[in-house]
């Protein structure tokens, strides 16, 4: 153990060393897009599509998460308007209660760059239909496998405007349709297209992909809903802090076996905003590598665990170069500590707690020290 943790430690270092993430300009299916790439990840946005992240690649593996991205434009009659279509791959920012557009521009952008961070920041007038500036922000920091994403809605009209934004991801790690899990809170509700309400306990749940088509909204338990697919396996997740999700917030996923997609998706809390009043969200997403199933998220990891007897085997994965790290572990009235050894993006670590009750209906916490 005491080798495997200097191995750990002797790479965290070597990675602190590495270059400082980069910026770039491309084109993705004839329109024009921006690269920004650190030592884990390597995102293609694309300002022109509502500013979508087009490609998502997870270095450590080599592994593309999302199938490919494609735009069309194509002029029927030289008097009617240019018809347009692009692929829902990938992830964007959107409004849930205006004109579903996936190829409105942010046509105004941007990239900053220095020694730990990069970013992207892409603008755009009269989104979803309303009177509305939306400024979105991309930033890739210096060895980390999380992507920030900060949202800037801005009222120009002369009334006020009741606004809800859609954060929309469609995964596809390593070309799979992925599982979908998340922590549903009291008052969960489970409406398909083409089955009855379901009523559920609340607890973690793990929404397998079969058969059908489905649409579900899921009152939300914590503030981080996640898909887990391919053979390594990778765990693709979007976060925000719960106050955007306070009082009528809520997760939302779609099984589309047409098109072979499950969607991970969080609607925010509704907004007004005043003429001249703008507000900002902050969300994260981010890559987890070797989790079967995501169970816990705390600031720096993810962790799937199982409970055998009276011993508790975790798994645990980083999001960025982390030191030995001390956890919390609580469940119910026990208490214990572990230690996570050094461990950085794409690679897991295991362990055991011994001494550990069942379960129940309760769910286990792990705290950061």
């Not at 004839?30 to 599509?49: D, M, S």
């Amino acid at each position: 153990m005491k080798k495997i943790i200097s191995l750990l430690s002797a790479f965290a270092v070597f990675s602190a060393l590495a270059a400082a993430p980069e910026t770039s300009r491309t084109e993705l299916s004839g329109q024009k897009a921006v690269i920004l790439e650190n030592n884990y990840l390597k995102l293609t946005a694309v300002p022109g599509t509502m500013g979508a992240i087009a490609k998502l690649r997870y270095l450590p593996n080599k592994s593309e998460l999302f199938n490919d991205y494609k735009y069309t434009c194509n002029v029927i009659n030289e008097l009617l308007p240019e018809q347009k279509s692009v692929s829902f791959w990938g992830n964007r920012t959107l409004i849930w209660n205006g004109t579903v557009l996936f190829y409105q521009p942010l046509s105004k952008f941007e990239t900053v760059s220095d020694k730990n961070a990069v970013s992207l920041t892409m603008s755009g007038k009269f989104i979803g239909g309303f009177p509305v500036e939306m400024t979105r922000k991309i930033t890739l920091e210096k060895d980390s496998a999380v992507i920030k994403i900060a949202v800037t809605l801005r009222n120009f009209g002369k009334k006020a405007e009741e606004i809800r934004l859609w954060e929309h991801l469609v995964p596809s790690p390593e070309k799979s349709v992925p599982d979908v899990s998340l922590i549903a809170g009291n008052g969960v509700r489970r409406l398909g297209r083409y089955q009855d309400t379901e009523k559920h306990t609340p607890g973690l749940i793990t929404d397998t992909f079969k058969d059908g088509n489905l649409n579900r909204f899921i009152v939300p338990g914590s503030d981080w809903i996640a898909a887990t697919g391919g053979k390594t396996p990778l765990t693709v997740f979007l976060r925000t802090d719960a106050k955007n999700l306070a009082v009528d917030g809520f997760f939302y996923t779609q099984k589309d076996a047409v098109n072979k997609l499950h969607t991970v998706e969080i609607l925010l809390k509704r907004i007004t905003l005043a003429p001249g009043k703008s507000q900002t969200f902050e969300l994260e997403m981010g890559v987890l590598s070797h989790l079967k199933t995501l169970r816990h998220m705390t600031k720096n990891y993810g962790f799937d665990f199982e409970h055998k007897g009276n011993t508790l085997v975790w798994h645990a994965s980083a999001l960025r170069n982390m030191p030995a790290k001390k956890i919390v572990f609580k469940i119910g009235s026990v208490k214990k500590e572990f230690t996570v050894p050094a461990l950085v993006p794409g690679k897991s670590v295991s362990g055991k707690i011994t001494g550990i009750p069942a379960f129940g209906s309760n769910l286990p916490e792990f705290t950061e020290k």
